[in-house]
């Protein structure tokens, strides 16, 4: 298992401390290319590796002993596109429909949902084999989140995993984007719940 930071050279002391606790490679954004575009060349990256990927942005902070926690999820989910960070907020019109399913699961025990788009870029990784057909189908103009596991669904047939604990918290500080569906949110950009403390 393998760790890729995509990082906005704004972040650049964030991202090279994450890059550090995880022994990451890291896809510095210098030019402001857009997060779709530097999303992109991490999961070029992570189809050349010989093992998984997780993907995790320059603000996601781990909670403790994060690797082998995630690296638990990977076992039992292989197949499935994994998102270890399910938050508040943004995109406003999927936290009613998350919100349902997260009290469903609470009430039979269960530890994650399964849900139809990847709403979160924050941490998550896809399966080794799905990368290069999930590559060429990313729309480009589309916010990375959605481009990623639009396409991904579209190879897998699958729906996208998420912890419902979450396994990184989200630094919610200056934005380097702005939202591409037009909506303004002053509202937190939190995890919902959280697996531990977090490293920091």
Known sequence: MKFA??????RREQA???AAV??????????SHGSTWNHRRALVWA???PDRVIIIEDDAIPVENFINKAALWLMRFPEHLVSYYLGTSRPPQYQPAVTEMIKAADKVGRDHI?????????????????????LERMDMDAAADFSIGDAWM????????YTIYSLTEHEDGERCE???????????RKA????GPTQW
Do not use: W
Not at 5 to 10: G, Q, T
């Open 47 to 49: 189809n050349d590796q």
């Open 192 to 195: 919902r719940r959280l697996s």
């Open 22 to 31: 995880l022994g990451a490679e890291i896809f510095m954004d210098e030019e």
């Open 114 to 134: 399964l849900f139809k788009r990847l709403i979160h870029g924050v941490c998550y990784s896809v399966p080794k084999k799905d990368i290069p057909a999930t």
């Open 154 to 161: 579209s190879v897998s047939q699958k729906e996208i995993c």
């Open 5 to 10: 930071v995509v990082a906005h050279h704004s």
């Open 178 to 188: 702005f939202n591409r569906d037009g909506v303004t949110s002053r509202n937190v």
């Open 16 to 18: 090279q401390r994450l």
